[in-house]
């Protein structure tokens, strides 16, 4: 390795260290600049890697004269389209099978196999760099199949199917047998099996491994496959350098993924402690103490989109808790609102506009998960709304090319209550028909109940006719009730735990009785504005983090791209 691929390698690991994925690419710049001859210097003195090939030649034509292996047929020659990069001098390019005696193991077949039980692995067994033992089966194998199926230390071994291509070092003083589905690979030559590993480890790190595999979704990896790939031979000496040097730089890896992952250990507990203590104080100093400690440390918390995540869910919650703003006394209290709000409710029944709605449950003590400010009411859903109802079946006659906006469940958006107009139908409803009773209106909030439920949608002004079918609950709030904090609150986390509560029947469902007995914390009507407005600022406030952390992130990710630019 020249000094200055040295130099670039020592002056970048904090750079790798802070990209979100630049640890794994610096693996991945490891293991292609030692396979193409750039991570240690070459020593002249060291025999050619043809001088290694000569002394494979031989030792093939004793093991075949000893019947210890089959003549190899002749393999092609290595086109220049395969050559992919230069190597140094000394180096060869050669085919896999040239260089190791490969075969696949023992088909497990329990109405034909004969013999003792012996141990077997399987691809399951078989992890990039080691194997998991914890689970060895075992099967019938006769004595003479013992040396086609039995790996020994320093073999190479190498997934057929699955992850083809996968592979490890047996470094075991033990041996086993191995399954059809595992190539062995017993190198000639004394070449290091480390090396070779690594070898299949960069192509896996760069995505070359795909050329050798074939199929779908489970792919495979075929002997003739197998031994066609072409790898660049260094001299043995030089093997083992360049295998102690990847060694050394992967532990440094190792301990890079270590120290990061305990510094967002750390950051995570950090915040989770700081927005629990948000959360749970009762007195306005507490609250102001607490917000104080996460300013302070904001720069580190927020580095992160999970914590930013987090920060949103806060924010709402807080909300919802009458955390957010401060109280006004001044403020007609949410009591007096619930009385205007039943008296409207009676003159709507008197008029026949809606049904005279139905006595609640009281909510009882137990139900109340934390205490509100002066001036809030614990209420449930009904209590502010003028009609719950879902949608009705059958809408598939009437599917059309244009007409009137069909809004189903997957319109709907979870955590936000944002339309998703990406994929809309349409339909010619009926002029009278049941359907009629759900077309939307401006303000009316769409809340799914079937599958994934809680998933919401605000409909907009101007939206044009508009229906639902039967998975989704419409939930029309009172005319006074029809501003954004009841959106915000269904998608706060209050609301969160009540639509994941045990759910009924065998589908994950949420009935219209339970939207409509959901509890609620009520402000007072002016205190609606100042939370919605609060929560307005501290969303656009994550919009911005949320946008330097991706702009930190590209500037990172173009340094790393930089850096491997070289290899």
């Given amino acids: 390795m020249n000094s200055a691929t040295r130099e670039m390698l020592e ?15 610096l693996r991945e710049l490891i293991l292609t600049l030692a396979m193409q001859g750039k991570l240690v210097p070459q020593d002249p003195r060291d025999p050619p890697a043809s001088q290694l090939l000569k002394e494979i030649a031989a030792e093939k034509k004793r093991l075949v004269k000893e019947g210890k292996i089959n003549a190899p047929k002749p393999l092609p020659e290595i086109a220049a389209k395969e050559i992919l990069y230069d190597i140094p001098t000394g180096w060869e390019w050669v085919r896999f099978g040239e260089i190791a005696q490969h075969n696949s193991g023992k088909t497990l077949d329990k109405g034909r196999n004969t013999g003792l039980p012996r141990d077997y692995i399987t691809t399951s067994n078989l992890y990039w760099g080691s194997f998991e033992l914890g689970s060895v089966r075992q099967m019938l194998i006769r004595e003479e199949e013992l040396e086609k199926c039995t790996v020994k230390k320093d073999d190479l071994l190498i997934c057929e199917g699955g ?31 480390y090396f070779a590993y690594r070898f299949f480890e960069k192509l896996n790190a760069t995505g070359e491994i795909a050329q050798h595999r074939k199929g779908v979704g489970i792919s495979n990896m075929s002997s003739k496959a197998l031994g066609a790939i072409s790898i660049p031979l260094p001299p043995l000496p030089e093997q083992h350098r360049i295998v102690a040097r ?61 914590n930013v995540i987090e920060l949103r869910k806060a924010v709402l919650q807080l909300a919802v808790m009458g955390k957010l703003v401060p109280q006004n006394p001044n403020d007609p209290p949410a009591s007096q609102l619930l009385k205007e709000i039943e008296a409207e409710k009676k003159r709507l029944v008197n008029g026949g506009k809606i049904k005279a709605p139905k006595p609640l449950p009281k909510i009882k003590t137990a139900e109340m998960p934390f205490v509100l400010p002066p001036g809030w009411e614990w209420c449930r859903v009904w209590d502010v709304s003028q009609l719950i109802t879902s949608g009705s079946r059958d809408w598939a006659a009437y599917y059309s090319d244009s007409g009137a906006i069909f809004v189903t469940m997957g319109n709907l958006s979870r955590g936000s209550y944002q339309l998703r107009m990406d994929t809309i139908r349409y339909v010619a409803p009926p002029v009278t028909g049941e359907g009629s009773r759900t077309k939307l209106e401006e303000n009316d909030l769409l809340i799914s109940i079937t599958g994934d439920v809680g998933n919401l949608a605000l409909i907009p002004s101007n939206f044009g006719d508009a229906y639902i079918n039967q998975h989704t609950c419409l939930l029309r709030l009172m005319p006074i009730c029809r501003s954004r904090y009841f959106p915000e609150l269904m998608r ?60 930190a992130t590209d500037k990172q990710t173009e340094l790393l791209d930089a850096l491997m630019a070289p290899a």
């Avoid at 002056?11 to 690419?25: C, E, N, S, V, Y």
């Fill in 11 to 25: 002056q970048h690991f904090d750079t790798a260290f802070a990209a979100p994925d630049g640890i794994k690419k």
């Fill in 163 to 193: 992850e083809a291509g996968r592979a490890a070092v047996w470094n075991f003083e033990t041996e086993v047998c191995f399954q059809n589905h595992i190539h062995r690979a017993r190198l000639f030559g004394s070449i290091d099996p």
């Fill in 246 to 306: 990847i060694d050394r730089l992967m532990a440094r890896c190792d301990e890079l993924e270590r120290l990061r992952a305990e510094r967002e250990q750390k950051r995570r507990s950090v915040h989770t402690a700081a927005l629990k203590q948000l959360l749970d104080a009762q007195a306005a100093d507490s609250v102001a103490d607490a917000w104080q400690f996460i300013s302070r440390h904001f720069g580190d918390l927020y580095a992160v989109k999970e």
């Fill in 492 to 551: 706060s986390p209050l609301a969160k735990v009540q639509f994941d509560a045990p759910q009924r029947g065998i589908k994950n469902s949420f009935r219209l009785g339970d939207v409509g007995e959901m509890i609620i914390p009520l402000p007072p009507l002016p205190e609606h504005h100042r939370i919605v407005a609060k929560i307005d600022q501290l969303m656009a406030l994550c919009d911005t983090l949320e946008h330097q952390i991706d702009a």
